[in-house]
């Protein structure tokens, strides 16, 4: 590699090099994208720059996944786009990281700036001369966007990854083809950085902290944000300081290490467990920790919590009843509330987690009632596990995560086919980590492609395919109807699209609760060399009992 000139003091900087200073500050160490003929000009410094790969994507879309992944493992995530079509194809993805809360610096080569001045009718825009159309459309879903020249660009770029950093969502960046290899303009600026008001915050300790000390029966509920702040540590210090239940949420699994003591498994209302809903929802004071009250999040609604019991904290503000204490952040509020606050005396009751048992025979055809206990003991410490869409991310959180495993999925966009590409990410991210894909196959043929990625870049996944030939979830979610026509889906080879992308592959298809059980126990051997892909051959209509609790609530509201 040419060692790259952002890299020797004292030399100007050209605005693509600089660009990749700054994400290479950061951790980034790959770019996802697609190569256009807008962006040849940020790829030709790329592939010159010595800390930072391109990683070639099949598609913008799964580019989008894969960054995403990799930057709910790494903290932050970048994709390379071209103008228009490539930067549209990717929007799906993008919107999908607003919602979820993941920080992504998405880069789109545009044409070149006189062009633009122009107004030319070029390729790849809407042949009106508008140039700034796109750029329009993803400032609904980004945080900031930014159009980068020499002039500016020691600002805007700074600017747009603080901005990704600070509220955890995608920031986007216009970079024209002629503008990536000028030199920048040196400029110094001091960009304002978040600062909690004092004031404020000893306010809401104060009130807090007496709350607490008035709660008989108190209960610490982690969400979201502690998993991109990266506040798990600050979360946990305060449980044990306090001794109290934890359970958390689904878009906040893993925020809190399930083996500790304290640990009570997965709140999702009437959806999940009695008995962590009732701990949960009979509680006095619930300390939740950045949540997110979505219909995913509280099991279609049906959480159940007293708003006078609750107290929030959120990346910048707390909220107690509904008193609310403006511009604290999270960081600061739980630094200064481990502190203060003192142990209860109330015991964490004993819990005992959907999957500890596993009772079904190994010569009955394969299901849910055995794989989803299977998966759970063949679980390793560090692993990553990806649920797509639909049954898997419902089976799938109450699973119990060993130490350090990290759980992703993506309920609140819900976008099937993410699971694939997300893997691809996850494997790029942590090299040295287990990934384990869990996928139905109406999700998997969406963006199969990225397959080739694993296979063309080494990656050595546990891909766990069930086949089907439905979108079985979306049947369940149709109570009107379950015997449609339109959820049914073609069934596929996939052993042989494995041999189609060109790469060796540990692979095999199972009926029977034996068969599966053998086939974990060979591919956790053949994952150290090579890509895994297990096909589980389930009956129709089967699901797991989070799904199966929602069909029957929506059947409720139907009479």
């Known amino acids: 590699m040419v060692e790259n000139a952002g890299n020797q003091p004292g030399m100007q900087q050209t605005v693509g090099n600089y660009l990749y200073d700054c994400l290479s500050r950061e951790g980034i160490t790959e770019i996802f994208g697609v190569p256009g003929d807008y ?52 929007c799906n993805a993008i919107a999908g990281s607003y919602c979820e809360r993941v920080p992504v610096i998405h880069i789109v080569g545009a044409p070149k700036t006189m062009v633009q001045q122009q107004h030319k009718m070029m390729h790849h825009t809407l042949l009106d001369g508008d140039f700034d159309v796109f750029r329009k459309m993803y400032e609904n879903i980004s945080e900031y966007t930014a159009i980068v020249t020499p002039e500016n660009a020691a ?31 040196n400029r110094e600026f001091n960009l304002p950085q978040r600062q909690t008001d004092q004031r404020s915050l000893q306010e809401a300790l104060q009130q807090v902290s007496r709350k607490i000390k008035m709660a008989q029966s108190p209960v610490l509920l982690p969400d979201i944000y502690v998993l991109r702040y990266n506040l798990q540590a600050q979360v946990q210090e305060i449980a044990e300081k306090l001794n109290v239940p934890v359970a958390t949420m689904i878009m906040g699994k893993g925020s809190f290490d399930e083996i500790h003591k304290n640990y009570i498994g997965l709140y999702a209302g009437n959806l999940g467990t009695p008995e962590v809903q009732n701990i949960v929802e009979s509680s006095d004071c619930i300390l939740a920790v950045g949540p997110i009250w979505s219909d995913y999040n509280t099991g279609s609604f049906t959480a159940n919590i007293n708003p ?120 790029m991210a942590a090299k040295d980590r287990r990934v384990l894909l869990f996928v139905g196959d109406g999700s998997h043929q969406m963006t199969t492609q990225e397959v080739s990625s694993m296979l063309t870049n080494g990656c050595k996944p546990i891909i766990f395919l069930v086949n089907n030939q439905e979108y079985t979830v979306e049947k369940y979610l149709n109570v009107k109807n ?65 799904v199966l609790k929602s069909n029957h609530l929506l059947e409720e509201k139907q009479k």
Not at 162 to 181: F, H, N, S, T
């Open 308 to 427: 006078v019991n609750l107290i929030e904290i959120q990346p910048d503000y707390v909220k107690i009843g509904i008193a609310m204490y403006e511009n604290i952040m999270i960081e600061d509020m739980l630094r200064e509330l481990a502190v203060i606050i003192s142990c209860k005396t109330a015991a964490v009751p004993g819990i005992t987690f959907p999957y500890d048992n596993n009772n079904v025979s190994l010569d009955e055809d394969v299901s849910s009632n055995y794989y989803y206990p299977r998966f759970q003991q063949m679980l390793k410490e560090n692993d990553i596990l990806i649920a797509d869409a639909g049954n898997f991310e419902f089976g799938l959180s109450q699973l119990r995560l060993p130490k350090g495993a990290v759980y992703i999925t993506q309920g609140g966009w819900g976008s099937i086919g993410y699971g694939t590409p997300a893997a691809f990410g996850s494997c």
């Open 39 to 90: 962006n040849f000009s940020l790829l030709d410094i790329l592939e010159k720059y010595q800390n930072i790969n391109f990683v070639n994507c099949r598609n913008e879309l799964n580019a989008g996944y894969a960054a995403d992944a990799y930057a709910r493992i790494k903290g932050m995530g970048a994709l390379i786009t071209t103008f228009g079509v490539g930067e549209l194809s990717a």
């Open 155 to 185: 600002f805007e770029i700074p600017t747009a990854i603080q901005r990704a950093k600070e509220k955890k969502k995608p920031v986007y960046m216009l970079i024209a083809i002629d503008i990536a290899e000028k030199q920048m303009v």
């Open 482 to 546: 379950k015997q449609t026509h339109y959820n049914d889906i073609p069934e596929w080879n996939y052993s042989k699209l494995l041999e189609a992308y060109g790469g060796d592959a540990y692979k095999v298809k199972v009926y029977t609760n034996r068969e599966l059980d053998a086939a974990i126990s060979t591919a956790e051997e053949q994952c150290r060399h090579r890509l895994c892909l297990i096909e589980i051959y389930a009956p129709k209509m089967d699901a797991p009992v989070m």
